[in-house]
């Protein structure tokens, strides 16, 4: 009874400790970052636009107006453009 009350402890420790270096990894990812135009889904652009003016308010997914941060160099490959469109191009 013992062994097993030890087995079940180390896999929970194990568990804890896997879930607190998780977001040590994630921050380690910095890095210079750029704005991304065109990818971000609704309720998940990084700031205001001219529709809005707070993170977290887009009203569609890959609005050309709404923009997220990204590591530097892969926008144009997740299909964003790095160029904030003209006023004609964001009207719809």
């Known amino acids: 009874m013992d062994r097993s009350r030890l087995l ?13 270096a998780q977001p040590v990894v994630a921050q380690d990812k910095g890095g210079e970052r750029q704005k991304c135009y065109g990818i971000a889904k609704s309720g998940q ?3 205001g636009t001219a529709k809005h003016t707070c993170a977290g308010q887009a ?10 941060y990204v590591p530097a160099g ?10 904030a469109p003209d006023s004609k191009g964001s009207k719809k």
């Open 8 to 20: 079940i402890r180390s896999a929970i420790a194990g568990l804890i400790a896997a879930a607190a």
């Open 45 to 47: 652009n990084d700031c």
């Open 59 to 68: 009203k569609r997914d890959n609005d050309p107006a709404d923009w997220k």
């Open 74 to 83: 892969t926008c144009e490959k997740m299909g964003g453009k790095s160029a």
